[in-house]
């Protein structure tokens, strides 16, 4: 088994994450990072037999990194092969697709290209925006990690691999930025698409520049909306 899992993940998803692999291994060290600094901390020190599970993060893993854990480095990615890179629901509702998912897969240096290792597809249904899409990959997710953690807290083997390939453009923040600008003169239909696709949640990502000038558009988005798509009950 490990020695060590370097857990690179945010901190609400750290301590259920953690007890799903200690858990399975209790002995086992899982040092939690959320940040590019902690993650640099961590590997200044070089240590045998560790293991690098990343899941939902938007710090990218130097190569050097990945390449020093003995047991491999793994990516949980809330999308499906169809949508590598970053905001992969948005994109989805964006081009109408009908299905999307969740993808765990093997790191290597050039973002969401390594070798997959599970998916979990479901089907989107017309009309559904951004942050309903992203509720049901993440859940998605989750499941993936629960299956898959046995074999990375107690097994020194990599991860089977599903024999799944990754399809479609690579999506960076750039792109993602470029579609939260709202032309002035945009039609009411055409803001409502952009609105679901990529303004949708508690957000403020969506603006127009009028005269050399930035107005961020605020978004009318609530806790119980937040709470609706969640399937959580409505805030007191």
Request: a neutral charge; proline letters at 9%; charged letters at 20%.
């Amino acid at each position: 088994m490990p020695d060590e899992i370097v857990l690179l993940t945010g901190e609400r998803e750290a301590p259920y994450l953690t007890q799903h692999l200690q858990v399975q291994a209790p002995s086992l060290v899982v040092r939690h990072v959320a940040t590019r600094e902690a993650l640099d901390a961590v590997f200044a020190v070089p240590r045998m037999r560790r293991r690098l599970v990343a899941f939902t993060t938007n710090v990218v893993v130097p190569g050097r990194y990945i390449a020093a854990c003995d047991l491999g480095a793994y990516n949980f990615h809330p999308g499906p092969p169809t949508y590598p890179g970053v905001y992969p629901e948005s994109f989805a509702v964006w081009e109408g697709a009908t299905r999307f998912g969740a993808t765990a897969h093997a790191m290597v240096q050039k973002v969401d290209a390594g070798p997959i290792v599970r998916t979990e597809w479901f089907d989107v249904q017309p009309g559904w925006g951004r942050m309903h899409v992203a509720t049901l990959a993440f859940q998605a997710l989750v499941r993936i990690f629960a299956s898959l953690a046995p074999h990375l807290a107690a097994r020194d083997t990599g991860l089977p691999l599903s024999g799944e390939s990754w399809a479609g453009p690579t999506r960076f923040r750039k792109d993602f930025e470029a579609m939260c600008q709202i032309p002035a003169d945009i039609s009411p239909a055409d803001y409502a698409k952009r609105y679901r696709a990529f303004g949708e949640g508690p957000f403020q990502d969506l603006y127009v520049m009028l005269h050399g000038h930035r107005y961020k558009i605020v978004n009318p988005w609530t806790d119980a909306d937040l709470a609706r798509e969640m399937g959580q009950p409505p805030p007191a």
